[in-house]
Nanobody, 122 residues
Framework: QVQLVESGGGLVQAGGSLRVSCAAS????????MGWFRQAPGKEREFVAA????????WYAGFVKGRFTISRDNAKNTVYLQMNTLKPEDTAVYYC???????????????WGQGTQVTVSS
């Protein structure tokens, strides 16, 4: 069992930066690939980024376009999403999730956090 708790969301102006974190409980964190998803009001939850168990594999959604960076610290059981050059369309609830299967498919994730709100003002 893995429990995930996100933090670091908030309100930021367009062009600004924000880092969200996800702390995991349990001793098996390093055996899961970790992903970040987001869900805007009225929209489907969408894939943002993912990182493999040892950090060697990293994947991003096309809309990230070099603005976001995912990383993980297995010693701290934490995964991060650094978001730069934020846009109003990045406004959403950001969720972290753990998977032992495909990192791209929402249905393949085994555990989810409760989400953290990120709001980007224009």
């Amino acid at each position: 069992q893995v429990q995930l708790v996100e933090s670091g969301g908030g309100l930021v102006q367009a062009g600004g930066s924000l880092r969200v974190s996800c702390a995991a409980s349990g001793r098996t964190f390093s055996s899961y690939s970790m992903g970040w998803f987001r869900q805007a009001p009225g929209k489907e939850r969408e894939f943002v980024a993912a990182v493999s168990t040892n950090g060697a594999g990293i994947w991003y959604a096309g809309f990230v376009k070099g603005r976001f960076t995912i990383s993980r610290d297995n010693a701290k059981n934490t995964v991060y999403l650094q978001m730069n050059t934020l846009k109003p369309e990045d406004t959403a609830v950001y969720y972290c999730a753990a998977t032992s299967r495909s990192v791209f498919l929402r249905r393949d994730y085994d555990y989810w956090g409760q989400g953290t709100q990120v709001t980007v003002s224009s």
